[in-house]
């Protein structure tokens, strides 16, 4: 079979029924991956024609857009023409299994726990990636890290969902000394360090944690492009981490950030309104910008939306979906 891999326009042949990251990989085509199980969505690449069966790249947003696959998970059935996502920002941060002991567990709000984790070994990984988090043996669940890959100590912001299974029981589990499991980096939402122009990070509630892995990553490695993130939450009580966003905006001119909240219940300083709303009548067009969106899967469906009517291709609006597990 031949695949013609845009926009590189390469030409390479394997044998039907070939898995296309294997293919890709083996022909030295610049593709990110991470997990190699169809769990993390780094792989997915858009198939212009030919047959590429495999599962849907990602529930939710990609699932609208069914010539997405995951390249680890599909298998190639007859010439095709395939496009890898920006071949220039490559990420290969192999997933792994590591331990940890908890350095930190504290409040940052009245529902939201920062929890500290020193891994045994180095977690490599770029801002915005996310890994799997073995609390203890029955509760796993996805966090993404709120800071940049320069130690061996990871910092995750956690919801109490008061219905939840696993997070109501936080406060009772988990202490200083305790071990926990994780495997990633996992994600596709990750910083894009050969971008220069303005960026725009959406973020709702805990969606702070990988806003933040991504700002300070762009800002903290000498990016210098504008920056601007917008955190939504319900209610003023509901905001956290103003000291991490204040210690920014104090250390580096570019950067801005904006408080919206959706409740209209109390006086408050803060913008009002739902958080897309906000960011849409500030900028009224987004041509040359590059989208981060971390939050629940309505706001990062209607940002997604609103980002490409105003200029953005959907390729340059980053978010990895998830779903409310407590
Ligand atoms: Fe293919 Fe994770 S590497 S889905």
């Known amino acids: 079979m031949e695949i013609l891999v845009n926009p590189l326009n390469k030409v390479i042949t ?3 029924g070939s898995n296309l990251l294997d293919v890709l990989r083996e022909h030295q085509v610049p593709v990110s ?15 212009i024609d030919g047959q590429v069966p495999g599962p849907a790249a990602a529930e939710g947003r990609l699932a609208q857009n069914d010539t997405y696959v995951l390249a680890c998970q599909s298998t190639v059935e007859s010439d095709c023409v395939i496009e890898v996502p920006e071949p220039d920002e490559v990420v290969t941060h192999p997933a792994k299994t590591l331990k940890g002991t908890i350095t930190a567990f504290d409040i940052l709000c009245h529902d939201v726990r920062r929890l500290r984790v020193k ?3 180095p977690l490599e990984f770029s801002p915005g990636q996310y890994v799997q988090l073995q609390l203890w043996p029955e509760a796993v669940r996805s966090y993404s890290m709120a800071g940049v890959p320069v130690d061996d100590e990871l910092e995750f912001h956690i919801r109490i969902v008061p219905d939840g299974r696993v997070t109501p029981l936080l406060d009772e589990k988990l202490q200083v000394g ?13 910083l894009r360090r050969k971008h220069e122009g303005p960026m725009l990070c959406i973020a709702g509630g805990t969606g702070l944690a990988p806003m933040l892995s991504v700002v300070r990553g762009a800002l903290e490695s000498g990016m210098a492009n504008d920056i601007h993130l917008f955190f939504g939450a319900r209610a003023e009580r509901d905001v956290y981490g103003l000291h991490y966003l204040e210690a920014l905006a104090k250390d ?3 950067f801005h950030y904006h408080i919206v909240l959706s409740s209209t219940e109390e ?3 803060y913008q009002r309104g739902l958080v897309t709303d906000a960011v849409f009548e500030r900028f009224e067009r987004l041509e040359g910008w590059r989208v981060y969106l971390a939050g629940p ?3 990062v469906e209607a940002a997604t939306l609103m980002a490409t009517r105003r200029g953005v291709p959907f ?8 779903y409310p597990s407590g």
């Open 14 to 16: 394997a044998p039907a």
């Open 33 to 47: 991956y991470s997990c190699l199980s169809g769990r993390c969505g780094t792989c997915r690449c858009k198939v």
């Open 119 to 121: 891994t045994n070994k």
């Open 178 to 190: 305790g071990s926990v499991k994780l495997n990633g980096p996992l994600g596709a939402s990750y």
């Open 252 to 254: 580096f001119p570019q």
């Open 267 to 269: 006086s408050s300083p």
């Open 297 to 299: 899967p309505p706001m």
């Open 315 to 322: 390729e340059h609006v980053y978010a990895d979906a998830f």
